[in-house]
């Protein structure tokens, strides 16, 4: 009988036991490496998925900031964009090609829209701005005074009150007389020796014979307050005046009726003194100095020496009685601009006459001081005549008062009266948004420099050092502290103000030359606003500080105003602090290091290449002339002005890279502040950037004066400033679709100049 299945037969059989274990470590391998492949592939859908994912994201984000940049062509509605669309609109002359004449396009109805009184040789942007800061300081010297206010503040403005109405009193000038001005020059009379009379001429700020200024020793020690000894000022501007017959006969002929009016006063000692050997005095003088061009040069006019030396060189003074009189601390060391100057000087002291010497020093305040004497008083008659001819202004035309006397207080109390004004008339957003201006348009220069071939890494090192090194100091200065009334005060304690203008102006000429000695011996005043005072309409660049300067006069309409848009604020105030930060590279800046001494840190080849390009600016300039108003060509002299050129291209280009750099790399924030003005959307930002920037310079200038100006001033005319800045720069171009060969207003290839 068989088995009983159930007691015999397993279930499943008999099986053995290590192929079973290896039938299944198969079998999970295999689903192993089915689990592992269908991961593999879902990773890689993931980062396909990612991946797309992101080009929908960034096509999102191109089309978010696309969108975003439609607010570009949005027009800017607020009251301040209004006004000032509505002043540029103004100013334009719309039937003029930009590509042909830049200024004239910009500013051409501004021209159109003004002329220059009958009292005055030019009429500016400026001037506009004069005018806002004379408002706001006659407002503050005339309003009575707050009881309320601390009584530090109450006795500063009473000082400005004095002196303001001072020199508002006209009728009381007149009654005065000639009497301040004659005293004066008794004074002078009676001092025994030609040294003691240059000395006291000197310590009013006279600059008779040669002028003495306190500055750094730029060759060793940048900020020990040095006496720097330069050329005399003059009746007439420079040499060539005195070389014109014409003029040289029409100044004899004003200096003989000042010295005459002086002998009809009392003054016997200058009795029989030939007005033409006085003349004769100053054109020996004028011939003897430096060109503009050599006195704008730092390296030919650093002289040092100790006073020992210059004693040696001009034995014909008493040093130490000059000392003595001027300066509480002997020198250590002293700068002369031109020993050559100096030594004719002491040849001309030696061999002139003791009563032509008198007769050039009375002279002298009778042409200075003779503008502080009442309008109708005999003695002031030369002096304005004088100015009348110098500046081309027709004669018996009275200045207004009120602007005159603002101006007047502002130089001679500048940081009481800066204390107010910035009080007054600066809003607070101006000084933070001026500096961020300013440190956009230094990080601008940096990347600029690291994009031009011609600088080898060494120069270029310590370009980066020194650009780096750019202090800004912006509307005020640090000392004094105009946020202290007690600090102000103190300034000016020994500075006393009486109700005689004449004293007035006096007494201020002596306070600053004391203030200036009282450095001597010690270091220069480090947290000065340069040589700027607060209601100043100007900046500057200060190579001894390796410092930029903007006084808050300047940060106003058409320079700035804190809710414009920002292609304009570059435009404007971002042209004049890229200005002023390209002085530290500009032929002459470039000279001095980060430390601000005089100091070679440039190489061979870089300085040859910089050199052959401002050869390039100066041969386009020295094309340039205007008309004398007889009918002749009077020519820039571009050797003189190559610092201001060079300074004006740059400042423009780094202003303009600086604020499209922020544009192209800018949000929705950015566009908000780059909107459009109202009727005067069919132009771009660029193109109004352009705009703003050649509106500052609209002037109108009397012939005269422009010949003046060429041969004194180191700036050239403002035509040339905006059209020869704007004609070497290839974004302008652009902007304004000029063509090469076609428009006047585009330079390229070898005609194009390109430093900064």
């Given at each position: 009988?068989?088995?009983?299945?159930?007691?015999?037969?397993?279930?499943?059989?008999?099986?053995?036991?290590?192929?079973?274990?290896?039938?299944?470590?198969?079998?999970?391998?295999?689903?192993?490496?089915?689990?592992?492949?269908?991961?593999?592939?879902?990773?890689?859908?993931?980062?396909?998925?990612?991946?797309?994912?992101?080009?929908?994201?960034?096509?999102?984000?191109?089309?978010?900031?696309?969108?975003?940049?439609?607010?570009?062509?949005?027009?800017?509605?607020?009251?301040?964009?209004?006004?000032?669309?509505?002043?540029?609109?103004?100013?334009?002359?719309?039937?003029?090609?930009?590509?042909?004449?830049?200024?004239?396009?910009?500013?051409?109805?501004?021209?159109?829209?003004?002329?220059?009184?009958?009292?005055?040789?030019?009429?500016?942007?400026?001037?506009?701005?004069?005018?806002?800061?004379?408002?706001?300081?006659?407002?503050?010297?005339?309003?009575?005074?707050?009881?309320?206010?601390?009584?530090?503040?109450?006795?500063?403005?009473?000082?400005?009150?004095?002196?303001?109405?001072?020199?508002?009193?006209?009728?009381?000038?007149?009654?005065?007389?000639?009497?301040?001005?004659?005293?004066?020059?008794?004074?002078?009379?009676?001092?025994?020796?030609?040294?003691?009379?240059?000395?006291?001429?000197?310590?009013?700020?006279?600059?008779?014979?040669?002028?003495?200024?306190?500055?750094?020793?730029?060759?060793?020690?940048?900020?020990?307050?040095?006496?720097?000894?330069?050329?005399?000022?003059?009746?007439?501007?420079d040499k060539s005046y005195y070389a014109n017959n014409k003029t040289a006969k029409k100044y004899t002929e004003l200096v003989d009726a000042g010295l005459q009016r002086l002998v009809d006063a009392g003054i016997s000692s200058l009795r029989g003194v030939q007005a033409s050997h006085v003349v004769e005095l100053e054109t020996a003088l004028a011939n003897a100095a430096p060109s503009a061009a050599e006195s704008n040069d730092p390296i030919a006019t650093y002289h040092p020496m100790a006073p020992e030396e210059l004693a040696l060189q001009v034995p014909s003074i008493d040093w130490p009685t000059y000392w003595a009189t001027l300066s509480p601390v002997h020198p250590s060391r002293v700068i002369l601009a031109s020993p050559s100057?100096?030594?004719?000087?002491?040849?001309?002291?030696?061999?002139?006459?003791?009563?032509?010497?008198?007769?050039?020093?009375?002279?002298?305040?009778?042409?200075?001081?003779?503008?502080?004497?009442?309008?109708?008083?005999?003695?002031?008659?030369?002096?304005?005549?004088?100015?009348?001819?110098?500046?081309?202004?027709?004669?018996?035309?009275?200045?207004?008062?009120?602007?005159?006397?603002?101006?007047?207080?502002?130089?001679?109390?500048?940081?009481?009266?800066?204390?107010?004004?910035?009080?007054?008339?600066?809003?607070?957003?101006?000084?933070?948004?001026?500096?961020?201006?300013?440190?956009?348009?230094?990080?601008?220069?940096?990347?600029?420099?690291?994009?031009?071939?011609?600088?080898?890494?060494?120069?270029?090192?310590?370009?980066?050092?020194?650009?780096?090194?750019?202090?800004?100091?912006?509307?005020?200065?640090?000392?004094?502290?105009?946020?202290?009334?007690?600090?102000?005060?103190?300034?000016?304690?020994?500075?006393?103000?009486?109700?005689?203008?004449?004293?007035?102006?006096?007494?201020?000429?002596?306070?600053?030359?004391?203030?200036?000695?009282?450095?001597?011996?010690?270091?220069?005043?480090?947290?000065?606003?340069?040589?700027?005072?607060?209601?100043?309409?100007?900046?500057?660049?200060?190579?001894?500080?390796?410092?930029?300067?903007?006084?808050?006069?300047?940060?106003?309409?058409?320079?700035?105003?804190?809710?414009?848009?920002?292609?304009?604020?570059?435009?404007?105030?971002?042209?004049?602090?890229?200005?002023?930060?390209?002085?530290?590279?500009?032929?002459?800046?470039?000279?001095?290091?980060?430390?601000?001494?005089?100091?070679?840190?440039?190489?061979?080849?870089?300085?040859?290449?910089?050199?052959?390009?401002?050869?390039?600016?100066?041969?386009?300039?020295?094309?340039?002339?205007?008309?004398?108003?007889?009918?002749?060509?009077?020519?820039?002299?571009?050797?003189?002005?190559?610092?201001?050129?060079?300074?004006?291209?740059?400042?423009?280009?780094?202003?303009?890279?600086?604020?499209?750099?922020?544009?192209?790399?800018?949000?929705?924030?950015?566009?908000?502040?780059?909107?459009?003005?109202?009727?005067?959307?069919?132009?771009?930002?660029?193109?109004?950037?352009?705009?703003?920037?050649?509106?500052?310079?609209?002037?109108?200038?009397?012939?005269?004066?422009?010949?003046?100006?060429?041969?004194?001033?180191?700036?050239?005319?403002?035509?040339?400033?905006?059209?020869?800045?704007?004609?070497?720069?290839?974004?302008?171009?652009?902007?304004?679709?000029?063509?090469?060969?076609?428009?006047?207003?585009?330079?390229?290839?070898?005609?194009?100049?390109?430093?900064?």
């Open positions: 009988m068989p088995p009983n299945s159930s007691d015999r037969t397993p279930l499943l059989g008999e099986v053995d036991e290590s192929h079973t274990q290896r039938g299944t470590l198969s079998r999970a391998r295999a689903r192993l490496s089915q689990i592992e492949h269908a991961s593999s592939l879902s990773i890689r859908d993931i980062v396909l998925m990612l991946a797309c994912l992101a080009l929908v994201i960034l096509g999102l984000c191109i089309l978010i900031k696309y969108d975003d940049r439609r607010i570009l062509q949005e027009i800017c509605i607020t009251r301040d964009c209004v006004k000032t669309a509505s002043r540029l609109l103004s100013a334009l002359d719309e039937s003029v090609d930009p590509c042909d004449d830049f200024y004239a396009f910009a500013t051409g109805g501004w021209q159109k829209s003004h002329t220059i009184p009958t009292n005055k040789s030019e009429v500016s942007v400026f001037d506009d701005v004069s005018l806002e800061v004379e408002r706001v300081v006659h407002d503050l010297a005339t309003r009575p005074i707050d009881p309320k206010l601390p009584s530090g503040d109450q006795d500063n403005l009473a000082k400005l009150h004095t002196w303001y109405t001072a020199c508002l009193d006209v009728d009381a000038q007149n009654t005065q007389g000639e009497q301040p001005l004659v005293a004066v020059v008794h004074e002078l009379m009676r001092l025994p020796t030609h040294t003691s009379q240059l000395a006291w001429m000197h310590a009013h700020a006279l600059d008779t014979w040669f002028q003495v200024s306190i500055s750094g020793d730029p060759g060793s020690a940048p900020r020990s307050a040095t006496p720097f000894f330069a050329s005399a000022s003059l009746g007439l501007p100057y100096m030594r004719a000087v002491d040849a001309l002291l030696s061999s002139t006459s003791e009563h032509v010497r008198l007769a050039y020093a009375a002279w002298t305040l009778v042409r200075t001081m003779g503008l502080s004497l009442g309008p109708h008083v005999p003695l002031r008659q030369p002096a304005e005549r004088l100015y009348h001819m110098v500046h081309g202004v027709a004669s018996k035309v009275r200045e207004k008062r009120e602007p005159l006397c603002a101006a007047s207080a502002s130089a001679s109390l500048g940081h009481l009266v800066g204390r107010y004004y910035v009080q007054e008339a600066l809003p607070t957003p101006s000084v933070p948004q001026v500096a961020r201006i300013a440190e956009a348009i230094r990080s601008a220069f940096l990347r600029r420099l690291f994009d031009l071939p011609w600088l080898d890494a060494k120069t270029k090192r310590a370009a980066v050092a020194k650009a780096s090194a750019i202090s800004f100091r912006i509307a005020q200065p640090q000392t004094p502290d105009l946020l202290q009334a007690s600090d102000i005060a103190a300034w000016y304690s020994d500075l006393n103000v009486t109700h005689s203008l004449f004293d007035n102006e006096w007494r201020a000429q002596a306070w600053r030359v004391h203030k200036a000695y009282s450095y001597v011996g010690g270091e220069l005043n480090r947290g000065a606003l340069g040589n700027l005072v607060p209601t100043d309409v100007k900046a500057e660049y200060v190579p001894a500080f390796n410092e930029m300067d903007l006084a808050a006069g300047i940060l106003q309409p058409p320079f700035f105003d804190a809710n414009w848009p920002m292609y304009l604020k570059f435009g404007a105030i971002g042209s004049i602090a890229g200005h002023e930060l390209s002085h530290a590279f500009d032929p002459h800046g470039r000279l001095y290091n980060s430390q601000g001494l005089l100091s070679d840190w440039w190489t061979n080849a870089t300085a040859h290449a910089f050199v052959e390009q401002q050869k390039c600016i100066e041969r386009q300039y020295a094309e340039y002339w205007v008309d004398d108003g007889h009918g002749h060509r009077e020519y820039v002299d571009s050797r003189f002005t190559v610092g201001e050129d060079v300074a004006d291209a740059a400042g423009i280009a780094q202003s303009f890279r600086a604020w499209k750099h922020i544009l192209d790399n800018g949000g929705i924030r950015i566009f908000e502040q780059n909107q459009l003005l109202p009727g005067l959307a069919h132009y771009t930002q660029e193109q109004l950037f352009f705009v703003a920037f050649a509106h500052l310079w609209a002037s109108l200038v009397r012939p005269a004066e422009q010949v003046r100006r060429i041969r004194t001033d180191p700036h050239s005319p403002a035509r040339f400033r905006v059209n020869g800045a704007l004609s070497n720069m290839p974004s302008f171009a652009e902007a304004f679709g000029c063509k090469p060969r076609h428009h006047p207003m585009v330079r390229s290839g070898r005609n194009r100049c390109d430093i900064w």
